[in-house]
T-cell receptor, first 114, second 115 residues
Framework: KNQVEQSPQSLIILEGKNCTLQCNYTVSPFSNLRWYKQDTGRGPVSLTI?????NTKSNGRYTATLDADTKQSSLHITASQLSDSASYICVDGVRNTGFQKLVFGTGTRLLVSP | SAVISQKPSRDICQRGTSLTIQCQVDSQVTMMFWYRQQPGQSLTLIAT?????????ESGFVIDKFPISRPNLTFSTLTVSNMSPEDSSIYLC????????????FGQGTRLTVV
């Protein structure tokens, strides 16, 4: 079972609208929670990184929230643009000896329609 | 930030052959990783490329199938050996600069199709 689950699997919204993507994680020991954007044919690009002590972090029109008690995170996209069409991947950083291991969700595929 | 050049960007290969993927970073980095992303799946860590020593493989991945080299702090290769159609996937190189809550940077990936 994937230890990082995302919903919805895919989403279509109109340009200019807002949307929220969800992530539930069960990985431990928890170190941080990351959101990445992956355009088709490209590698993932980091949007936000949050430790367990952070509730929210913004990066432009992207705002991530974290509830470490319920092990849930969300990514809110404001005033969507066509260029936001991509896969958004929730990633759990796991404390490990020597280096941090990343556990990836399967992503939410977002399509912003004109 | 780190700029990663990964090549080839894509390839179509015959089954039974091998393909070597290169990953070049524009700065010295401590940790380099190789991931596989199968269609519709999440990224799965294949191995950690260790400079000057053998790579550390995750469960389900073995050195004979995915030999890795890391001759210095800016370069690594992953070879997919004796390929079968099941190896068709995207392979990604990733780096982090230091231990902790730090950025992970990814190459653009190599889309491999085995026919």
């Amino acid at each position: 079972k994937n230890q990082v689950e995302q919903s919805p699997q895919s989403l279509i919204i109109l340009e200019g609208k807002n949307c929220t993507l969800q992530c539930n994680y069960t990985v431990s020991p928890f170190s941080n929670l990351r959101w990445y954007k992956q355009d088709t044919g490209r590698g993932p690009v980091s949007l936000t990184i949050m430790t367990f002590s952070e509730n929210t972090k913004s990066n432009g029109r992207y705002t991530a929230t974290l509830d470490a008690d319920t092990k849930q995170s969300s990514l809110h996209i404001t005033a969507s643009q066509l260029s936001d069409s991509a896969s958004y991947i929730c990633v759990d950083g796991v404390r490990n000896t020597g280096f941090q291991k990343l556990v990836f969700g399967t992503g939410t595929r977002l399509l912003v329609s004109p | 930030s780190a700029v990663i050049s990964q090549k080839p960007s894509r390839d179509i290969c015959q089954r039974g052959t091998s393909l070597t993927i290169q990953c070049q970073v524009d700065s010295q980095v401590t940790m380099m990783f190789w991931y596989r992303q199968q269609p519709g799946q999440s990224l799965t860590l294949i191995a950690t490329a260790n400079q000057g020593s053998e790579a550390t493989y995750e469960s389900g991945f073995v050195i004979d199938k995915f030999p890795i080299s890391r001759p210095n702090l800016t370069f690594s290769t992953l070879t997919v050996s004796n390929m079968s159609p099941e190896d068709s996937s995207i392979y990604l190189c990733s780096v982090v600069g230091r231990i902790g809550n730090t950025e992970a940077f990814f190459g653009q990936g190599t889309r491999l199709t085995v026919v």
